[in-house]
Each structure stands twice: as C-alpha cells, then as structure tokens.
C-alpha cells in the first residue's frame, strides 16, 4: 500500500509542477514539507536510499552540566539547545501514550506514512482553502527535525522545511526507509529527545525539568499530557503564558487517549477535572547565569570555560571547544568546593565590603594536582554593571566607564585576559628558587645595606636610581646587616635580594618563574622576559612583573608540591553521555583522561625543602633546619592556621598592591588587594594585614578536622 501511495504522490507531483491540478493542488502543496539539508540537487532514489545511515547516525546536540565537587551541586550548563537524551525506559508510559493520542494514533500500525491520515488532510485542507490539518507521522516529523538539525546553513536549516510537494515526496520515501532500519520504539526515543517544547526546551528531559522540576519517569497523566499537547505549536499552548490555551489542548489530549483505549473513562474525568500546576525551572546557562544564590561562583565558572577552550581533547581550535562544550552533552565534576567557597567569599566581603573600590580575592589551589578549589573576591559577577560606582581612573571616568565594583565579569582572579597586578616580594621565591637550583645553599649569606648601589643600568633620574644605577632600599634599617636564604626570605630583605639575583644573574630568575607557571601580561613584561634583556631585569626579584592571584597560587602550590609543577585544573572528572571519561592522545601519544592532572617537575624536591623551609620563617612556624632571625612579615600567620604552614607577604611601592601566598602540605592559596581599575592607587598600609587573614582562614578552615601533615625537612647537603 506504502509503494502504492508513493508512486501515485509522486506523479501528484509531477502534475502540481506542470499546473495540471490547478487549484486543488494549492491546499496540498501548502502542506509542512521537508528537503535533506544540502542534498536538493540529488535524485530521490539515490536520497531514499542514502540518508537513513545519516539519520542513523546524526548526533543531536546535548546539553553540558557543570557540577562542583560534590558531584550534586550544579554550576551551570552550557548548551545551544537545552537537551539531555534519555532512554525511553527512562520516560514514564504515561508520556508516550500522550503523545501518540496528541501527533499519531497510528503510529505503532504503520510503516512511517498514515495514507489514511494524508488523505483526509487533503480533503479537509481543499475544503478549507489552507492548511487545517496536518498528516505527518511521527516518523516523518523524526525525519524533518533530523535534517532541519543536521543543516550545515541557515539557508540548508530553510531549505530542509520549504513546503513544496518535492519536500514532502522526499519526507515520505525516508519515513518508509527509516522504517526499515530502526525499530518503533527506537523512532519514540528519537522523537521525544529531539522535539520543541518551548521555553528553551529541546527534548522530553528538558522539558520536564523546565515546567515540572521532576524527572521524565516521575511525569503524571495530567503533566504528560500537557507536555505532549505543546509540540504542535509551543507559543500557542504554552502554559506558562498561555493557560486556557494550553488546558484547552490538554483536555483534548486526555480525551483523545480516553477515545484510543489508552486511559479508562474515569481517568479522563479526573485528569481533566485537574488543573495544571506548574513548577518552572528556568535552565541557567554559561557562566553568566549561575544561581542567583552563589553570582561568587561565575568567577570560577570563567576560569573553567576558558580552560576548557585550550584543551586539544576537546577539539581543534578554541571556538571548535566550545561548541563541544555546548552541545557535546558532557557530565563534568569540577575541583570547586562550594562550602569552603562560600566561607570564603563572607571571610573577605566581611573585611572588604562589595562596594569598595579595592578588589580583594584569594585562591586556593591543591598542590600535587593544580586543581582550583576557590575562586573568592569581593564582587559580583553580572553582566550589568549600571548601578555600579565611579571608575577610580580619571582617563575611564571622563569617558563614562564605570567602576568595576560591585559588578563585573573581568576575571579578577586570573585564568582570562587581565593584565592583573604587581605581586611584590612574593617574587622573591623566584629568585631563591633559581639560587638553589643552580646548586647555591641555604647558608649563602651577603652583607645586606639599607641601600644597595645594584649593577643594574636604569633610566638617570627613575625610581630609586642612583647615577644610572638601580639603588633599591630596605623597607626598615633593622634589616642591616648579614644575611642568608633563611633570614633574607623571612624578614624580606630587599638587598639581600638583589645581590642573590645578580650572583646567579636576573634571567635565572626569570626561567625560574615561567616554569612554575607564570606569564607575562603585558608588552613591557614581555620584552623584558625575552632572552635579550632579562638578565637585566633587576627589579624583577622584587615582583614589578604584572601577575593573578591563580598565578601565584599555583606557583607557590609547586613549592609545596616539592617542585612538581602542574597546570591550573578547574576539573575532577569529565564523562561522556554514555558515562565514560573523556580520554584523548598527548602529543607523544599516550592516552589519558582529559581531566587528569597535567604534571611536570621543574625542580629537585630538595629545592622545593629547602624554600618551603626558609617560607616557614615568614608565617612564625619557624625552620626545621635553620635560623629564622627574631622576627618575621607574617608571623600571625601560624597562629591563625594552628598547624605547620609556609608563605610569604609582598607589597609594592606605594603599598599599591598587598599580597600573601601560602601553603600547607595539603592546599596553597594567595590573596591579594589592590584597585583593579587604577593599579597606581595606593591599597593603603592599613590593609597589609587583609591578604594574610585571608589566607591563613581559608587554610584553617578547609583543614579543620583532617590529620595534621608536616613539611618534609631538606636534607643537610643543601643547607651549608
């Protein structure tokens, strides 16, 4: 019979396009019709027989969901169409029963073309002079959303939906061929996954989280036919906007089934007695929807989303990435810790309120892996910035520019394209690491003036210049005197420094600090950095170069790490829609898992010993091995932690930027406060102490409770 009516539509068609029918054909030709995307120039024969391995295999966009570390607490999803597909053992019967009375009695009886429906909407649409009723199954609907999805062009997407009897000829013969190849319940499972709902919902899960929060298999009677009732025109039936509409095509739906045999008589009553109560969901997307709840969480959000666009696993060029991202339909475990990621974010606001012109942040990131667990400043990320104060920078303000407090998207933290902030004497592990790579040892000692005439040329007349020389100064005459790795790094002994930098020459330094994975933002540091000239880059020891918080917390995470470097990771796990770890190729071929930690060591672990031993003296914990001298820049710190914990403070000229990083065996972190707006602002020294509360109750908090670990000491060989 199929065969039959083919063979008669398709010399319909012949006859529409030759004029013979004259009006009659107009009702038929307005029918919804579909052409394959990109394969109108083919004949129908060779169509029917290629494309169904194309539907077999198209690939329906699915939607990503990014979790914290729990593994339950959503971030966001990325998606271009919100969809998850979902077995069709997973959707309640109630859905599919709905559907069929709602698109296709028939469906289960036929072999992908109703004759009977089509002829009787031919009849009904002549009668009527337009389109009054529809005849396509549910697999040629399947058919038609397969190809409008797979177009390569806005024009294919057009080209694939054009109402033309060709469209509709070409609709009908791979209806049948599907037919052939999947089974119907196969076709059922295509089609609930793929069809509009409306209110961004693609598919039967979506869907049901959007109207009813609820899963699939948990839909009622009442909720499935509501939901089946939306395909046909979503805006129309919409319930949300449009309820006497939608429970007009509800009622419809039941009695239909009830008419079909598929719900009792008394089941129709009731359900249609019952009035639709909805529970909307509205899906976040990107970074800049997270929960209204937890905004502090786009921070991080960011850092994921531009991490996840350098990864080769995921595709071959950033924008290639992202599309991945968004309709790859991947479950994706972060390394976020939303409760420590929450006390952090009140620590801060509690010190620095949201709408003070100082951004004050702290990361924590875990040694050993580079996985972020915090993401913390005191701002909100929101694309709106209208009610946002007055730009600090005069040039920004005169031009309209507003602040960046409380709302902003610019990625404060690191891990996106800011500039970000000079880090002062937290530049100093640099160097000490450099000295001690280069087989210095910790007793290494120079006299240390409260001015050092340095054999650095600088600009006549420059800061601290001297002649043409770069004459730095201690910030306190009590740092006169002789001094060694241990009390030069505790006390932060500037001219001390300054002597070790050029006795293992400034570009050491420099490597040393790209290795444990710093970058340089701006053209200045660039150039500087480049071999030609960073051995005379004296003033580098004393943190000029711009850098992030993730930077620095990540660089000092290596010295915990006891000199393993590995790349700042937002992620703990990444699967698949079938539940499997997305692995991928390195490039020296070895096969791993996209989200497992990308290591290196960059130094001996008796190097990483040996700073973490001289970084005990700034916090007050004291050396295993060594002297710390009888004082230190940060030793409340210790006190603060109540276990073995490292670090060290830094400020910049003019205390236009406060810092300290730190660590335990276990977690590092660095804080910083500074005017992001106008970097030449002075943080004020009342601050000094902020970035060191910061960290240390950060470190004290996500400890409190687990074993205490202490540092390994260095061994006797590096010390003298």
Same mark, same amino acid.
């Given at each position: &019979?199929?065969?039959? !009516?083919?063979?008669? !539509? @398709?010399?319909?068609?012949?006859?529409?396009?030759?004029?013979?029918?004259?009006?009659?054909?107009?009702?038929?030709?307005?029918? =919804?019709?579909?052409? =394959?995307?990109?394969?109108?120039? &083919?004949?129908?024969?060779?169509?029917?027989?290629?494309? =169904?391995?194309?539907?077999?295999?198209?690939?329906?966009?699915?939607?990503?969901?990014?979790?914290?570390?729990?593994?339950?607490?959503?971030?966001? &999803? !990325?998606?271009d169409e919100h969809r998850k597909f979902v077995p069709l053992s997973t959707v309640s019967p109630k859905v599919t029963q709905a559907v069929l009375a709602a698109e296709d009695a028939r469906f289960y009886s036929h072999m992908g073309v109703d004759v009977k429906s089509i002829a009787r909407a031919f009849l009904t649409n002549r009668r009527e002079g337009e389109v009054a009723q529809g005849a396509s199954t549910l697999t040629m609907q399947y058919v038609r959303m397969s190809l409008r999805d797979s177009a390569r062009t806005p024009g294919e997407a057009i080209q694939a939906t054009e109402q033309t009897p060709e469209r509709k000829l070409t609709e009908i013969r791979l209806a049948v061929k599907l037919e052939g190849h999947w089974t119907k319940n196969q076709i059922m499972e295509g089609y609930l996954n793929m069809a509009y709902f409306g209110h961004r919902a693609y598919g039967i899960y979506a869907a049901s989280q959007i109207y009813f929060s609820k899963e699939p298999k948990d839909l009622t009677l009442v909720e499935a036919a509501t939901l089946a009732g939306l395909v046909k025109a979503p805006s129309s039936f919409d319930p949300a906007n449009q309820p006497q509409a939608a429970l007009d095509r509800r009622n419809y739906v039941i009695r239909r089934m009830a008419e079909l045999k598929l719900i009792t008589p008394e089941q129709a009553t009731a359900a249609t007695a019952t009035p639709i109560k909805?529970?909307?969901?509205?899906?976040?997307?990107?970074?800049?929807?997270v929960p209204s709840a937890h905004r502090d969480w786009g921070f991080f959000c960011d850092f994921f989303k531009n991490w996840w666009q350098q990864q080769a696993a995921f595709g071959t060029n950033p924008n290639d990435r992202l599309d991945a991202l968004r309709t790859g339909g991947y479950q994706i475990v972060t390394s976020l810790d939303p409760k420590l990621q929450a006390f952090s974010e009140e620590d801060l606001i509690k010190r620095e309120p949201l709408n003070s012109k100082l951004a004050y942040g702290n990361v924590v990131i875990e040694p050993g892996?580079?996985?972020?667990?915090? &993401? @913390?400043?005191? +701002?909100?990320?929101?694309?709106?910035? @209208?009610?946002?104060?007055?730009n600090s920078d005069p040039i920004k303000q005169a031009a309209g520019i507003k602040g960046s407090y409380p709302n902003t998207v610019a990625p404060l933290l690191g891990g996106g394209n800011i500039s970000g902030y000079q880090a002062g004497s937290t530049f100093k592990m640099f160097t000490m690491l450099a000295a001690l790579d280069s087989g210095l040892k910790m007793s290494k000692s120079f006299y240390a003036p409260q001015r050092y005439v340095s054999q650095y040329v600088v600009e006549p007349g420059g800061p601290a210049a001297c002649g043409n020389r770069w004459c730095p100064s201690n910030a306190s005459g009590s740092m006169t005197g002789k001094q060694n790795m241990y009390t030069g790094f505790g006390k932060s002994v500037n001219t001390y420094f300054v002597q070790l930098e050029q006795f293992i020459g400034a570009e050491k330094a420099v490597r040393m600090a790209e290795k444990v994975g710093l970058t340089w933002h701006n053209d200045v540091d660039r150039s500087l950095a480049t071999p030609a000239r960073a051995d005379g880059w004296g003033s580098f020891t004393l943190g000029v170069a711009d850098t992030t918080p993730l930077e620095m917390a990540n660089a000092y995470a290596t010295v915990a790490a006891e000199g393993m470097y590995c790349k700042p990771s937002p992620v703990m796990a990444i699967k698949d829609p079938t539940g499997a770890d997305v692995i991928h190729k390195t490039k020296d071929g070895r096969t791993v898992k996209a989200a497992? =930690?990308?290591?290196?060591?960059? !130094?001996?672990?008796?190097?990483? +010993?040996?700073?973490?031993?001289?970084?005990?003296?700034?916090?007050?914990?004291?050396?295993?091995?060594?002297?710390?001298?009888d004082w230190s820049t940060g030793s409340i710190v210790y006190g603060l932690v109540g276990r073995p914990v490292a670090g060290k403070t830094g400020t910049t000229d003019n205390t236009q930027a406060a810092w300290f990083v730190g660590f335990t065996p276990e977690l590092a972190a660095a804080s910083f406060i500074a005017d992001p707006d106008n970097t030449r602002n002075a943080a004020t020294d009342g601050n000094y102490n902020k970035p060191l509360e910061a960290v240390a109750n950060s470190l004290r908090t996500a400890l409190q409770g687990k074993p205490v670990r202490d540092f390994n000491p260095p061994s006797n060989a590096i010390l003298n």
């Open positions: &019979m199929v065969q039959r !009516f083919l063979s008669h !539509f @398709s010399r319909y068609s012949g006859l529409l396009r030759t004029g013979v029918l004259g009006g009659a054909a107009l009702a038929l030709a307005s029918l =919804p019709l579909a052409v =394959p995307a990109g394969l109108g120039v &083919m004949k129908a024969s060779d169509i029917y027989q290629a494309l =169904p391995t194309q539907l077999r295999d198209h690939q329906v966009g699915q939607t990503s969901y990014v979790y914290a570390n729990d593994g339950k607490t959503l971030i966001t &999803m !990325f998606y909805l529970k909307l969901t509205e899906p976040v997307h990107d970074c800049s929807s892996t580079g996985r972020v667990v915090t &993401m @913390s400043v005191n +701002r909100i990320y929101s694309l709106d910035q @209208s009610g946002n104060g007055a497992d =930690p990308q290591c290196t060591r960059v !130094f001996s672990q008796d190097v990483g +010993r040996a700073a973490t031993d001289a970084a005990r003296c700034v916090t007050g914990y004291k050396a295993a091995k060594g002297s710390c001298g």
